[in-house]
């Protein structure tokens, strides 16, 4: 039986999760063939557009000659149109398969999905869901699968407890049954040749990798992990793979793809394992593996590791450290429910900035921008913070903002709110602009600040002397009370894509 498994290239590792789970099945190994297609648009500025003429054409061909009896898609919400557009298409070709759908965004709305041409919505981890299915399937056919799977919702069972989670978190599967869709063809390895990533930018050749998953925050914006699923069970949200095996894997990975040269370390907050164990990684990954790496941090867990812990990641190869400040006023981080403070924020800002002061690693801190109940303070408090930066080390501080997901299934979900694709700094024409803030002004002044690099003379593409100016009080209510204004100034100062990327 063959089965094929969606997934628009790079939005998760979840595909390739469920493969090396099904992989490991001896029993299903002999029977089913499970493949992943990596489905990538060749700009990540159009990741909601439907793909090209020739990206279906042999996405279809792929999938008409393979016949799968199982197909799986992958979700999250830009990508939403993109899936329901192709979907009718493929049902076509294959009328008799089977389409379960999971992932963040089918779980956040899955009588959506249910609605518009899916079978199945895996609520939760998919590994013992696929794997379920796979079993009925091939011992009773397609109606086998009619009966409730634990795990799964259907039309006919609309609910279901949460699906199990493996005890051993899997290593995301590279080998010959993960193929790249692109313009020219499926091929089993891609040279990544997009523009960068705004956020990251040594995609190109990167292995992607886990250690951990979960995170002990459960910040009100954040889709992270499946929390809205998973909150309450902690030993779901803390499942961690020896660091030992995680360096032997990506050594393995490493040498049947040399072309890779860059590892991204995924897990929510990489410093979150006690400290013998980061010390240990830190020795393990310098002599086995030596590639430069990327994590994301949290100020918390920065500032309990301190200076030590930092210095010898460094060390081993630390390439870019990337932190969420989300907001430099304790109110909207309360609102957040964030549970830090900005004073949190800065100590950390001042521990990342003393251990990589005599380096060029990348410092990448983000914040969000656009939530319409800040005020014109709040966010006057987030530019200043970012303001207070220091810049006196080697390292290169990049920056970049996140407008507020409405679809995580969390407290900040607004399923009436029009699935608007514009992400980041994107805000130029947007009507809506004026509902998503109460300062447009300020919002779109921090965006430029957040856009690119971080100097003496500028932050972002905002000139250093100027700030006092352009937060004088009175200029900033005359540009919020003229949208005209406002409306000249997006369209006179568009920065390129990526500008301080480049
Ligand atoms: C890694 C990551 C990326 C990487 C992807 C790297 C890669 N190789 O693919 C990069 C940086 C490229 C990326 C980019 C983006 N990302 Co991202 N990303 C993540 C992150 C941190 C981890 C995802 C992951 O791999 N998790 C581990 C896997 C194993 O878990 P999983 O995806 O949940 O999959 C499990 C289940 O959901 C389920 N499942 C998933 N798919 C399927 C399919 C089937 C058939 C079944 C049965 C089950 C199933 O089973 C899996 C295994 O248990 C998440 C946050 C998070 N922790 O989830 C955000 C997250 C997914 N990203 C998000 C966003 C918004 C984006 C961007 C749109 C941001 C942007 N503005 O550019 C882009 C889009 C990329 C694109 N398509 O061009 C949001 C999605 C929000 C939403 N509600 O949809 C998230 C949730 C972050 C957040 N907190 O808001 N991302
Ligand atoms: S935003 Fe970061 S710290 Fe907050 S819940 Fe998500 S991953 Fe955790």
């Not at 009718?88 to 070709?93: H, L, N, T, V």
């Not at 870019?320 to 403070?341: A, E, K, P």
């Not at 914040?367 to 319409?372: A, D, F, G, L």
């Amino acid at each position: 039986m063959d089965v094929v498994l969606i997934s628009d290239h790079p939005m998760t590792l979840g595909v390739q999760f469920l493969m090396t789970h099904l992989k490991d099945q001896a029993d299903l190994n002999v029977s089913c063939r499970v493949r992943g297609i990596l489905a990538s648009s060749t700009d990540f500025s159009r990741i909601e557009c439907p793909y090209t003429v020739a990206e279906r054409e042999h996405l279809e061909n792929y999938l008409g000659k393979t016949k799968p009896e199982i197909v799986g898609i992958s979700t999250i919400e830009r990508t939403r149109r993109r899936s329901m557009l192709l979907l009718p298409a493929i049902r076509k070709i294959l009328p008799n398969a089977f389409f379960l759908a999971g992932g963040v965004d089918a779980i956040a709305a899955p009588h959506f999905y249910l609605d518009n041409g899916i079978d199945g919505v895996a609520m939760g981890d998919g590994e013992t869901v696929m794997e379920a299915v796979l079993k009925r399937r091939l011992n009773g056919g397609r109606e086998a699968l009619m009966s409730q799977v634990p795990g799964m919702i259907t039309r006919q069972h609309p609910s279901s407890d949460p699906a199990s989670t493996p005890d051993v978190l899997p290593m995301p599967y590279y080998g010959e049954d993960l193929l790249y869709l692109g313009q020219d063809g499926m091929k089993p390895w891609v040279e990544d040749d997009r523009k960068d990533h705004v956020q990251f930018v040594n995609r190109k050749r990167a292995i992607d990798m886990y250690t951990q998953r979960g995170c002990t925050h459960k910040c009100a914006f954040c889709a992270q992990d499946l929390l809205a699923l998973y909150g309450k069970d902690s030993f779901r949200n803390s499942r961690r793979r020896p660091v030992e095996d995680v360096v032997r894997y990506i050594g393995s990975v490493k040498s049947n793809y040399p072309q890779k040269q860059f590892v991204y370390f995924w897990d929510l907050d990489f410093l979150r394992k006690p400290r013998a164990e980061l010390l240990k990684f830190a020795e393990l990954y310098r002599s086995q593996v030596g590639l430069p790496f990327f994590v994301f941090v949290t100020e918390k867990s920065v500032n309990a590791a301190g200076l030590e812990i930092l210095t010898a990641l460094v060390s081993a190869g630390l390439r870019t450290i990337n932190m969420g400040i989300q907001s430099g006023n304790s109110r909207v981080l309360r609102g957040y429910n964030r549970l830090n403070t900005p004073q949190e924020s800065e100590s950390a800002i001042a521990k990342i900035n003393e251990a990589t002061k005599n380096s060029d690693i990348e410092v990448l801190y983000d914040v969000i921008t656009y939530n319409p109940a800040e005020t014109r303070e709040e966010i006057i408090d987030t530019i200043r913070l970012i303001m207070r930066i220091p810049t006196n080390g080697g390292q290169v501080i990049r920056l970049s903002t996140h407008k507020l997901s409405f679809n995580t299934g969390q407290a900040h979900s607004k399923e009436d709110q029009p699935h608007s694709f514009e992400d980041y700094q994107d805000f130029k024409t947007n009507a809506s602009i004026y509902q998503s803030t109460q300062s447009p002004y300020l919002s779109w002044l921090l965006g430029q600040m957040m856009r690119g690099k971080i100097s003496r003379s500028a932050i972002g593409s905002v000139r250093r002397d100027y700030m006092e100016k352009l937060l004088d009080e009175s200029y900033v209510a005359t540009m919020d009370e003229h949208h005209a204004l406002n409306q000249v100034l997006y369209e006179a100062v568009v920065p390129r894509d990526n500008e301080a990327f480049l």
